[in-house]
């Protein structure tokens, strides 16, 4: 039980992460503009990419996003509860995944930490979330 716990943790700590890096870089890993020369990420090159985001879905320019405009960024409620994501909103988001993924608080992620995510959610090798090997028979 403990283990399903912490395998947990890590995937909420690593999806969000994922999901930026997943969108920045079609799939394999962060895109050029989510790393900085060094190929980590930080804070700077989270805000970035976030403000190109923002640019890319607000639809109308308004400057804010709506369902209509991203829906799927409404699957988990905006900030301040008024239906709508600021670009603020979505840097302080990013950057919430961003230190959560932080493993040594330094301020930024490396491609070790990243690796390390990847490890964690089982990417591949036939196995659950958190590197478990399910028994024997049962449902992967």
Do not use: C, W
Not at 81 to 87: F, H, V
């Amino acid at each position: 039980m403990k283990t399903r716990y912490l395998a947990l943790a890590g995937i909420l700590v690593a999806l969000p992460l994922a999901a930026i890096a997943h969108e920045h870089g079609e799939g394999r890993g962060p895109g050029k503009a989510m790393l900085d020369a060094d190929g980590n990420i930080t804070v700077e090159t989270v805000r970035a990419a976030s403000a190109e985001r923002m640019k890319r879905l607000d639809k109308n320019g308004d400057g804010v996003l709506t369902p209509d405009e991203a829906p799927r960024l409404f699957d988990r409620p905006d900030a301040d509860g008024d239906g709508k994501i600021t670009a603020e909103e979505m840097a302080a988001q990013a950057e919430a995944r961003l230190k959560r993924a932080d493993a040594d608080g330094d301020g930024k992620v490396t491609e070790a930490e990243r690796q390390a995510i990847r490890e964690k959610m089982g990417r591949g090798h036939g196995r659950r979330h958190g590197g478990e090997t399910p028994p024997e028979g049962s449902p992967q």
